[in-house]
């Protein structure tokens, strides 16, 4: 399935910068850091309009909840 917006899944933005907080808060180990941190890196130059694809939503979900 090919990637689509943050804005596309999401029917707030403010529901993907909750989800990426909690992510970033619960990382934990160098890998789950890096990838939390190139999402943010992402979202904050692309906005509502960074692509997102199904695999990297389901990580930040399980990253959030751990």
Do not use: C
């Amino acid at each position: 399935m090919a990637a689509i917006t943050v804005e596309e899944t999401y029917d707030r933005v403010e529901e993907f910068i909750a989800l990426l907080a909690a992510a970033e808060l619960h990382a934990s180990g160098a890998w789950e850091i890096t990838f939390t941190e190139d999402m943010r890196a992402k979202f904050e130059r692309y906005g509502p309009r960074t692509n997102l694809s199904a695999a990297q939503r389901q990580t930040l979900e399980r990253i959030a909840k751990s």
